[in-house]
Structures are given as C-alpha cells and as structure tokens.
C-alpha cells in the first residue's frame, strides 16, 4: 500500500477516526489502532496528533464547522424558505446524521473530560448565536424569539440525537422532524 500524500494524511486521519469511534467508542481507540487504520505509522501519526484527544477536538471542530457553514449558506440563500418552521426541520434534520459522534461529544462532555466540556459549551455558544443572528436579520423575530428558537433547536436536536442512538422502537426521527415542521408551521 502507498504511503499517503502529507497533505491528505490529517483528513485521512479524521476519517478513520471517525469511523473507528462509530463502532467501538472513543476509549476502545488507541493511537495503534488508528495509524493502523489509516494504513500510516505510529510516529506519521504522532507527527499529526500527540493524543487520541488532539484528533477528537478536531473532529468535534470539523464536524460544527461544516454544521455553522451549511446553516449560513442556507439561510443566506434567498430562493429557501427559511421560516421558523423550516429552521426548526432543517436544524433536525442536519443533526440527525452523525449521530454517533455527537453522542461521543456530549458523553465526553457530561461525563468528566473538562476540555471537551468547554470546547462543547463554546460551540453551542457560537451556534446559537448564529441561529440568533440569522433570526434577527428577518423583520418579523424579536431577540427574545430569536434566543428561545435558537435554544430550542439545539435542545430539540440533542433529544433526537439521544433518542435515534439509543434505537428506541417508540420513537422515529423522520416522522418527528416532519411532525415539528407542520406543529410550528402556523405558529411563528
């Protein structure tokens, strides 16, 4: 197998590390396991990242990144429907999906790892107020509203996020997110 390019090797990297974590967790992961995913040496990867948490803070990094990218670009773009109701689906509806990352975050987050504990907390700051501010350049949001939606958004897509990890049988993701935009469809 070729060695691959420099500059592919971080996102190779994240990847593998992304898909590794998908099936055993993040701390069923060790540094060996991950060179030997992607197929590069141990001290190629140590180049990269000095800890196992170095290549996790940029995952969660990347991972709202291309979030806070794709939410801009949507609501930016004058030919959508971009009404409360439509935020609330599309919010659901880009959060539902990679899941399993998001559960490793917020696992890591709650459950003793301060570092990520804070990182955590200022992504959801900078994403909620971007949710704010994208509300606020309408005519029809106060602050108020703007905070609250924001809010429930993001507290809405975790419980879906919980509740589609867990596989829960009572529960389905895409009729909920449908069900969401047709209940505050008539009412912001």
């Known amino acids: 197998m070729a060695a691959p390019r420099s500059d592919n090797v971080k996102e190779i990297i994240l990847a ?39 290549i996790f803070f940029d995952l969660i990094e990347r991972h709202f990144r291309e979030q806070e990218q794709e939410l801009i670009a949507w609501m930016d773009d004058l030919s959508k429907d971009v009404s409360v109701n439509r935020l609330l689906m599309y919010v659901l509806d880009r959060n539902n999906y990679e899941g399993a990352l998001r559960m490793q975050v917020l696992s890591s987050a709650c459950f003793g790892n301060e570092d ?25 949001c106060t602050r108020e509203d703007a905070e609250y939606i924001a809010w429930m958004s993001l507290l809405l897509s975790d419980g879906l996020i919980v509740h589609s990890q867990l596989g829960n049988p009572a529960f389905d993701p895409q009729q909920f997110i449908r069900r969401t935009e047709e209940f ?3 009412k912001v």
Not at 31 to 49: F, N, R, V
Not at 129 to 136: C, G, M, Q, R, T
């Open 116 to 140: 990520v504990r804070r990182k955590v907390l200022d992504i959801y700051d900078k994403f909620r107020n971007l949710i704010v501010e994208k509300l606020l350049e309408r005519d029809d």
């Open 184 to 186: 505050f469809k008539d």
């Open 16 to 54: 593998k590390t992304s898909e590794l974590m998908e099936e055993t967790g993040l701390s069923s992961i060790s540094l060996a396991s991950i060179a030997e995913a992607c197929g590069i040496s141990k001290g190629t990867l140590y180049y990269h990242y000095k800890t196992k948490e170095d």
